[in-house]
């Protein structure tokens, strides 16, 4: 089946780095990705939108300027949190979907900790 | 907007006996209902989904239901195991599959 990839599985950065995630759909064409964000033990949070080749849309209370998400070709979307900080630690997940939706996959997840 | 609500936040059976995980909805237009099982540290995996046009679904020791007038469906688990121990999470969303909007999650453990 359908496969999405996340890398890093894990991060670990300083306070005031930029971090870059990326999501990998590996057999089919994510014409859509959408990037989660998920706190211990709580639901999946959606934090924006994106559609290639255009810019994302962002959830509201998201700010835009701190996650820059780029979706660029059909089989590759990128989250990049800059000027981390603690608070920004959290386990994010993308998940993929082709043009019809019948394909519907999450990645593995990243766990970022900003120390 | 859509608001999906899910219950109970933990449950805990003794394996070879049955799970029952309840989801409601707000939005009679939602139309897609998706429940997904996350292992810990692990992205959500799709075990079960079900379309508005149907009531019921099965998929071996899985089935959802679906109420539309009461907007409600929910997961049952038959016949238990120790691997089913995970959280699952309900969701609901609209034809173009666009937002799904989760529910709070429920931890099974399951009890050897």
């Known amino acids: 089946g359908a496969v999405v990839s996340q890398h890093p599985s894990w991060v670990i950065c300083k306070s005031g780095t930029s971090v870059k995630i990326e999501c990998r759909s590996l057999?089919?064409?994510?014409?859509?990705m959408f990037w989660y964000r998920q706190f211990p033990k709580q639901s999946l949070m959606l934090m924006a939108t994106?559609?290639?080749?255009?810019?994302?849309?962002?959830e509201q209370g998201v700010e835009k300027d701190k996650f820059l998400i780029n979706h660029a070709s059909l089989t590759l979307s990128t989250l990049t949190v800059t000027s981390a900080h603690p608070e920004d630690s959290s386990f994010y997940i993308c998940?993929?979907?082709?043009?019809?939706?019948?394909?519907?996959?999450f990645g593995p997840g990243t766990r970022l900790t900003v120390l | 907007g859509e608001n999906v609500e899910q219950h109970p936040s933990t449950l805990s059976v003794q394996e070879g006996d049955s799970a029952v995980i309840k989801c409601t909805y707000s939005d009679s237009a939602s139309n897609y209902f998706p429940w997904y099982k996350q292992e810990l540290g692990k992205g959500p995996q799709l075990i079960i989904d079900i379309r508005s046009n149907v009531g019921e679904k099965k998929d071996q020791r899985i089935a959802v239901t679906l109420n539309k007038t009461a907007k409600h469906f929910s997961l049952h688990i038959t016949e238990t195991q120790p691997e089913d121990s995970a959280v699952y999470f309900c969701a609901a969303s609209t034809a173009n599959f666009n937002k799904f909007y989760f529910g709070s999650g429920t931890k099974l453990n399951v009890k050897p």
């Open positions: 057999d089919f064409q994510a014409t859509t």
């Open positions: 998940r993929g979907s082709n043009s019809r939706g019948a394909e519907q996959f």
């Open positions: 994106s559609n290639e080749g255009s810019k994302a849309t962002y």
